[in-house]
């Protein structure tokens, strides 16, 4: 774990090579934001779990910590963003791992972790759920702001991802139910 002020240049070089070819394969425009060695997408993450191995980067996973509103109501959650597996890693459990981030997060005082996924990562994020480490909440629209203005293009974008939820400092019970989360500013 590492506080995102805490990288030095060639870090945010690694893990920006990291970060494009994990995402470049869900398309050339993921894959650019992350050239020239930028390590992050929209916000920058507050602190970073970084798994290393012999090879360099092996997993990633930011954390920020924000207000989202979720229907009408402001919740302080921890948004979990930028994850990524190396792929010679894949499938052999490293996202359980996340176990291991929890003492991290309720240090940070938040009542849950919050995060978006692609459609195609569902069976990825239920083995989460199936080990009681949070939930997807169906059928949510988000609306974020653009991490970069362009004259041409609105300040915001709405997204029909998944939504996964961690109670981290308060039961999933208390999770207010709605169906549009507005993100106080651009996804992790």
């Given at each position: 774990?590492?506080?995102?002020?805490?990288?030095?240049?060639?870090?945010?070089?690694?893990?920006?090579?990291?970060?494009?070819?994990?995402?470049?394969?869900?398309?050339?425009?993921?894959?650019?934001?992350?050239?020239?060695?930028?390590?992050?997408?929209?916000?920058?993450?507050?602190?970073?779990?970084?798994?290393?191995?012999?090879?360099?980067?092996?997993?990633?996973?930011?954390?920020?910590?924000?207000?989202?509103?979720?229907?009408?109501?402001?919740?302080?959650?921890?948004e979990l963003g930028l994850y990524g597996v190396r792929r010679d890693?894949?499938?052999?459990?490293?996202?359980?791992?996340?176990?291991?981030?929890?003492?991290?997060?309720?240090?940070?005082?938040?009542?849950?972790?919050?995060?978006?996924?692609?459609?195609?990562?569902?069976?990825?994020?239920?083995?989460?759920?199936?080990?009681?480490?949070?939930?997807?909440?169906?059928?949510?629209?988000?609306?974020?702001?653009?991490?970069?203005?362009?004259?041409?293009?609105?300040?915001?974008?709405?997204?029909?991802?998944?939504?996964?939820v961690s109670p981290i400092g308060r039961s999933i019970d208390e999770w207010p139910s709605g169906t549009f989360i507005e993100r106080n500013?651009?996804?992790?």
């Amino acid at each position: 774990l590492c506080w995102e002020n805490e990288l030095q240049r060639h870090e945010h070089v690694e893990l920006s090579d990291f970060l494009h070819k994990t995402y470049g394969g869900t398309g050339t425009f993921s894959a650019m934001r992350f050239e020239g060695g930028r390590s992050w997408f929209g916000a920058r993450p507050e602190l970073r779990a970084i798994g290393r191995d012999t090879h360099g980067v092996a997993a990633h996973l930011g954390l920020l910590r924000r207000f989202i509103k979720v229907g009408a109501i402001d919740v302080l959650v921890a948004e979990l963003g930028l994850y990524g597996v190396r792929r010679d890693l894949e499938g052999l459990g490293i996202s359980l791992s996340l176990r291991s981030l929890y003492p991290a997060l309720q240090q940070m005082g938040v009542p849950f972790a919050f995060g978006t996924v692609r459609h195609e990562m569902r069976n990825h994020i239920q083995r989460l759920c199936k080990v009681g480490l949070g939930k997807i909440v169906p059928d949510v629209r988000i609306r974020s702001t653009l991490a970069d203005m362009h004259p041409d293009l609105p300040p915001t974008r709405l997204e029909d991802d998944l939504v996964f939820v961690s109670p981290i400092g308060r039961s999933i019970d208390e999770w207010p139910s709605g169906t549009f989360i507005e993100r106080n500013g651009p996804e992790l």
